[in-house]
Every structure is written in C-alpha cells, then in structure tokens.
C-alpha cells in the first residue's frame, strides 16, 4: 500500500486545494495483457507538431449575461443541444454531457490514447475529471437564475482501470442532498461494458447573487 499527499498553489503561494491518494502496489505479473494497438500518436519530432495545449483554443467560456438570464438546467441543456457553444475542454479532451435533468446530469468522453499514462491505461485523473464534471454538474441544474456554486470537495474510488480503447465511459451523477446553502451529489462511472469503473461524492457551497466564475468572491491570504 501506498500513500501520498499533494498541495495545490496558485502563482502567489496561496493554498487552492488539498489532496491526499492511496494506491495499492503489485507485484510484477507477466499475465497482464498488452496495451490496445492502433496507430501512434504525432510525435513532438514530426515536422510542424505542436503541444495540443499550446495550439490556438477553440470554444467558448460562456460570460455572465448567460447565468443572470438561464437557470443552471437551462445552460445544461443549452451545452446539450448545442444552443450554446461547448467549452473548450470538450474540444481538448472529448469530454460532453448527454442528459440533464433537475438533480441530474450525464456526461461522456471517449477513452483516447490522449488520455493516457505511461501504464498505458487512461489517467485516474481522467475518471476523476469526468466524475466530477456530472457530480457539479447535477448540482448546477438545481441553481436558479443568477446563482453560483462553488464545489467544496471531490472523493473518487477507483474500483477498475480503464482501458484506452476509444470506446465511451460515461458518468452519472444525482444530487443526494440539497439545502438552502449547500449541495451534495454522488456518481458512477462505467465503461462501454457498462462495469463500473469508479464511484465519485462532491459537494458545493450555493452562492445566490455571485458571479459565476466566483470573481466576485473574497479569497483568503
């Protein structure tokens, strides 16, 4: 077994998050299948390749007159029929909701060799991602017209690997509790197969009268 734990700090020093991980460590096992084959990725040697995160960005942030004007289900449902414009980490990981309900939300993303770490399988961090973009996500569609959120913490169990094979995992979060202040919500993720692959709980503050991007907000020293 073994344990770890990270502290996450803006250019100034200032604390923005705190984690802490535990992983279970195996022995070396020659049964262990190879990584799916397909075509290789561009190599950062070929002629003219550039670093994804360094190419010109593609999507939109959505500015504020949206969230003072749609309920947090309508700028869901907005993002699903495409009457709003994807952001741009759709564009950069594949990741997209699908469904969105009141205390609901599904989102998907194609398990892509982009994805993944040197072990060849999709990047934990990855599950995590998608696991907490339905977990904020079924929270935001219970948030009225001009309200924000502030997710306060996020737990992901890791129940099997995901294999980066191209095919869907798909997360499904539903709000468990929803006070005047507060939220919280649980996951499943699930590959193509439909096995689970993870289960996720979040929870966040509702701000009534803040910014959507909380710039609005007092942040400590």
Request: aromatic share 4%; net charge negative; proline share 10%.
């Amino acid at each position: 077994m073994g344990l770890s734990e990270t502290f996450v700090t803006d250019n100034g020093g200032r604390l923005i998050a705190h984690g802490t991980s535990r992983c279970v460590i195996f022995p070396p096992n020659a049964s262990v299948p190879p990584p799916v084959s397909d075509p290789p990725l561009p190599h950062p040697e070929d002629p003219g390749w550039v670093a994804p995160y360094l190419r010109p960005t593609v999507g939109e942030v959505l500015g504020q007159e949206v969230f003072d004007a749609l309920s947090g289900l309508e700028v869901m449902e907005g993002l699903i029929s495409g009457d709003l414009p994807a952001p741009p980490i759709k564009h950069l990981m594949g990741i997209r909701p699908t469904e969105a309900s009141e205390g609901a939300a599904k989102f998907v993303i194609p398990a892509t060799r982009w994805l993944t770490s040197p072990s060849g399988f999709v990047e934990g961090g990855v599950t995590a991602c998608l696991a907490d973009f339905a977990l904020c996500s079924a929270i935001q569609t219970t948030v009225p017209v001009g309200a924000a959120y502030a997710p306060t913490d996020l737990r992901v169990q890791f129940i099997r690997p995901v294999t980066a094979d191209g095919r869907l995992v798909t997360a499904r979060a539903t709000v468990v509790h929803r006070g005047r202040g507060m939220a919280v919500s649980r996951a499943e993720v699930t590959n193509d197969d439909g096995k689970l692959v993870a289960i996720g709980s979040a929870s966040a503050l509702i701000l009534p009268g803040r910014r959507a991007d909380l710039s609005d907000a007092a942040l400590g020293p």
